[in-house]
């Protein structure tokens, strides 16, 4: 089946560590995002990007970096984690095009003690 | 950029009943607004959407109605079930750049 995969699905991490987020998708789409997701707040973009030479900031990119390896790869980095990062984290793809579905990975719990 | 807000935060039914979510947007750009269903542990997945040249949609027993003008819309859930219950959200994006706005979610619990 074509898929978003996120790895590693749980991470408990010190603070002042880096530490790297991976996501992977067969599904071929262009689009990819990286959210988090807090009580209360919602879903919250972190960073997006619409093909591979293109990386956008999201509402909240303060403290976190992007690489996008491949189309189908799209990494999301913590420099020097805090413990408000604590979060679930989500990825998601979309294809090119307006008013398109996005399809989520099953997400990354980090916590940062 | 869009605005998302989402009412209630929570909302208690008896099973049986209708359920109602209400959202506003702030950008007239926006032009799709899916909803989506997170299962407690799970990942969020697409349950409706609507596109701006549609005032409402039906699958059964939900349906999404959009106001462009007010800009609102809002899912309603008929005859409830417990496996109903999990956190909706909604969410706004334009064809121009396909960025989803959610909004804070709605922890819906259906009692048997």
């Known amino acids: 089946d074509a898929d978003v995969t996120q790895t590693p699905r749980n991470r408990i991490t010190k603070t002042g560590k880096r530490i790297m987020l991976e996501c992977s998708q067969t599904k071929g789409h262009d689009r990819m995002y990286w959210y988090r997701q807090d009580p209360g707040l919602g879903l919250r973009l972190i960073y997006y990007?619409?093909?591979?030479?293109?990386?956008n900031k999201g509402e909240i990119s303060d403290g976190y970096s992007v690489s996008r390896q491949a189309q189908a790869k799209f990494s999301l980095s913590l420099e020097s984690a805090i413990p408000n990062q604590t979060a679930l984290y989500f990825c998601?793809?979309?294809?090119?095009?307006?008013?398109?579905?996005?399809?989520f990975g099953q997400g990354t719990r980090l916590t940062v003690v | 950029g869009e605005n998302v807000e989402q009412h209630p935060s929570t909302l208690s039914v008896q099973e049986g009943d209708s359920a109602v979510i209400k959202c506003t947007y702030s950008d007239s750009a926006s032009n799709y607004f899916p909803w989506y269903k997170q299962e407690l542990g799970k990942r969020p997945q697409l349950i409706i959407d609507i596109r701006s040249n549609v005032g409402e949609k039906k699958d059964q027993r939900i349906a999404v109605t959009l106001n462009k003008t007010a800009k609102h819309f809002s899912l309603h859930i008929t005859e409830t079930q417990p496996e109903d219950s999990a956190v909706y959200f909604c969410?706004?994006?334009?064809?121009?750049?396909?960025?989803?706005?959610f909004g804070s979610g709605t922890k819906l619990n259906v009692k048997p």
């Open positions: 969410a706004a994006s334009n064809n121009n750049f396909n960025k989803f706005y």
């Open positions: 998601a793809t979309s294809a090119r095009g307006g008013g398109t579905e996005a399809f």
């Open positions: 990007s619409f093909d591979v030479k293109d990386i």
